[in-house]
């Protein structure tokens, strides 16, 4: 690794330094110089590809061959300004999108005999004209038109939208056309051309001439991954597609200023506030980026070397239960639905830090490399990476690095297990934060609590993704409020959004025996709560009698008329005489709460679960456990204890 950058003392690596125009100019390769794939002629890196991983490809590209494409009606589009749905439509441009990506990698895996690659190289030319047939790449919840005051129901083909939509097809295009460009020039080359017209005319022009972009700058909407999930995709479109060399160079400048608005609001302690499964296209898309423009101007100028970048490598870690599970503050859900263990062991590599390389190889064992599924999105470019890269298919299986603990003290996140490198025993997660944060849930004050990584004390997550989601509606979602997250209701209030509500006087402290994070929960609620303070300490504690305790000190200005909290259970809840309730998993260890009787009572209630989202991670139901003051005056302290409770 090169020596780190002269700006050492800067929190966010500056990009624009590190990698001026004058440097672009003079080593960004001309189109067709540069590849990150090898071409169909490459015969030979094609068929060192595991031979069972080159016969699903074959098999399950295969299956579609001579099958109709789906089609993309309007009024599938329109369902979105309709109804609220944007599955219906979605579903099917990931079954297209898929669908060429898998023609790709079977024309390239293919024994090579005229007939076995030719029947694929004209699925890839029919899928390269149905997507460029279409008449829009923006998903329908996206789209500036349907979003705007015209409200529309379709989107202009005239004024593209730059989104995650549009930016994934374009970077699926390039790929298709660095490793089967040369065959469909062969068949006819104006497929070619206008592949590259049609992404330079959706995607690249709108990108480099207009500046309505609230995902580039935060102008319009607050920094999330869409900065770097958007730009890795770009960056690499841009070098496999772009003829203009001068075009290159601009829109490469102009990539490295977007990713230097998203590190400048970057937590620096690595922390994405998006939660772990967001991670994966927040962080990791960071690195694609820095990887492929390393690459590219054949120079990394020490950015590796980065405390920030090093850290935000660090966060899968740091947020890991174990056994699929992840810590899941917002919206994403408690199992991560997409994970790239490949390359996350590529980012351990380049910022020699082994842990993460570790965990990326553990996590292959755990989660499978993902890199051939069926479900969800396809995504070629990882697909790739991971399948070509002989010395991550080469490195064998680990455990996972499981720290003791990990503070965030940026993102306010703590999370502390009873002992490192052990999945047995009880870990716990709580954040301080705030409720503006990306994919926010009112949950300042939260905690989850696992056993043996079944995580029982829990957050729920969100649904399946509707208009509803991300308009003025939000937070009229159970999932989102603070009612079904295990905070208090203080005067019948819950939290409100917005980043004044907050935790203050954040602290963390840890020993050996304890971990604990500190802070007052008062000024996430609303004046009418009537708050003056709510100290709340979540606290770890190891030795013989391991056990979670959750410590509330509050302080009211004036007496409440209720006041009452919160914990979402999953799995059997059972309340017991005394101020106890017991949570039992089939056939695992539990977990056993206890409470003052006396100042609480308690109440369960079942929360049955429809929405596949929830479904996939919980079952039918989860539970919600109140524990409502008998007397609820205005000043007051109380001690909820968590300990592990043996399988029957």
């Known amino acids: 690794m090169s020596s780190p950058q002269k700006a050492e003392g800067a929190a966010h690596p500056l990009l624009t330094r590190l990698f001026p125009p004058t440097l672009v100019a003079a080593r960004m390769p001309r189109i067709g110089e540069w590849s990150p794939v090898p071409s169909l002629k490459n015969r030979d890196r094609w068929q060192a590809i595991d031979r069972a991983a080159r016969d ?4 399950t590209a295969s299956a579609s061959l001579g099958r109709p494409w789906p089609d993309l009606p309007a009024s599938l589009f329109a ?51 149905a997507l460029c047939e279409e ?70 022009r709108p990108y480099l001439e207009r500046d309505e972009w609230g995902w580039y700058d935060g102008s319009t909407a607050k920094l999330n991954n869409w900065n770097p999930w958007i730009h890795s995709e770009l960056l690499l479109t841009t070098a496999l597609t772009e003829e203009s060399d001068d075009h290159r160079t601009a ?5 490295l200023q977007g990713l230097e608005n998203y590190l400048r609001a970057h937590p620096r302690d690595g922390g994405c506030d998006e939660g772990p499964h967001y991670w994966w296209r927040a962080g990791a898309s960071l690195f694609e980026c820095l990887e492929t423009l390393t690459s590219l101007l054949g ?27 992840a810590v899941n503050f917002a919206d994403g859900p408690a199992r991560p639905r997409e994970t790239a263990p490949a390359l996350l062991y590529r980012y351990g590599r380049r910022t020699e830090q082994p842990e993460v390389s570790a965990h990326a190889r553990a996590l292959r064992k755990d989660t499978g490399d993902g ?17 070509l890269d002989t010395e991550w298919n080469a490195a064998p299986p680990t455990s996972f690095p499981l720290p003791a603990r990990s503070w965030l003290p940026d993102t306010q996140v703590l999370v502390a297990r009873t002992r490192a490198a052990s999945e047995r025993g009880l870990l716990v997660a709580a954040k301080a934060g705030h409720n503006d944060e990306s994919h926010n849930h009112n949950d300042v004050g939260t905690f989850i609590i696992a056993v043996d990584t079944r995580p029982l004390v829990i957050d729920a997550g969100v649904g399946t993704y509707r208009r509803e989601t991300f308009n ?13 997250h295990n905070v208090p209701v203080v005067n019948g209030l819950g939290q409100r959004p917005g980043p004044g509500f907050r935790a203050s006087s954040v602290t963390a402290h840890s020993t050996a025996e304890t971990d604990e994070i500190i802070c007052d929960l008062a000024p996430a609620y609303p004046p009418q709560a009537q708050l003056e303070s709510w100290l709340r300490t ?29 914990l979402l259970i999953a799995d059997d809840l059972t309340i017991h005489p005394e101020g106890r309730a017991t949570v039992r998993p089939r056939n695992r260890r539990g977990l056993l709460l206890t409470w003052d009787p006396g100042a609480f009572s308690a109440e369960a209630e079942t929360i049955p679960l429809t929405d596949p989202a929830f479904t996939h991670v919980w079952g039918s139901s989860v539970h919600r456990l109140v524990l409502t003051a008998r007397h609820a005056t205005p000043r007051g302290s109380h001690t909820l204890t968590a300990r592990a409770l043996e399988a029957l």
């Not at 699903?56 to 098999?59: D, H, K, P, V």
């Not at 829109?251 to 990539?255: A, P, S, T």
């Not at 003025?472 to 079904?484: D, F, G, P």
């Not at 391991?546 to 009211?556: G, T």
């Open 56 to 59: 699903r490809i074959l098999e």
């Open 79 to 129: 369902r979105f300004a309709r109804d609220g749905d944007r599955s219906g439509y979605q579903d099917r441009v990931f079954a297209r999108r898929a669908r060429l990506a898998r023609a790709v990698l079977a024309a390239a895996v293919s024994p090579g005999t005229e007939t076995s690659q030719g029947a694929f190289i004209d699925e890839v030319m029919d899928g390269v004209w």
């Open 135 to 204: 008449t829009s790449w923006v998903w329908p919840a996206h789209d500036f038109r349907v979003l705007g005051p015209e409200h529309g129901l379709l989107a202009d083909p005239d004024r593209p939208t730059l989104d995650l939509g549009a930016s994934g097809t374009a970077v699926l295009l390039a790929l298709t056309d660095a490793i089967a460009g040369d065959e469909l020039d062969r068949l006819d080359p104006l497929v070619r051309r206008r592949l590259r017209r049609e992404v330079s005319t959706r995607v690249l």
């Open 251 to 255: 829109l490469v400048c102009r990539i």
């Open 299 to 325: 120079t990394d100028a020490g950015v590796f070397g980065h405390p920030l970048v090093r850290a935000m490598a660090r966060y899968p870690v740091a947020t890991w239960i174990g056994d699929g599970w």
């Open 371 to 387: 890199s051939l599924t069926t479900a969800g999105p396809f995504d070629l470019r990882r697909t790739l990476d991971a399948l």
């Open 472 to 484: 003025e509606r939000r937070y009229s979602i159970w999932s989102m409020t603070s009612e079904y």
């Open 538 to 566: 979540v606290r770890l504690v190891r030795g013989e009698d391991e056990r979670a305790e959750i410590d509330d000190a509050w302080q009211l200005r004036s007496p409440s008329s209720e006041l009452a909290l919160h």
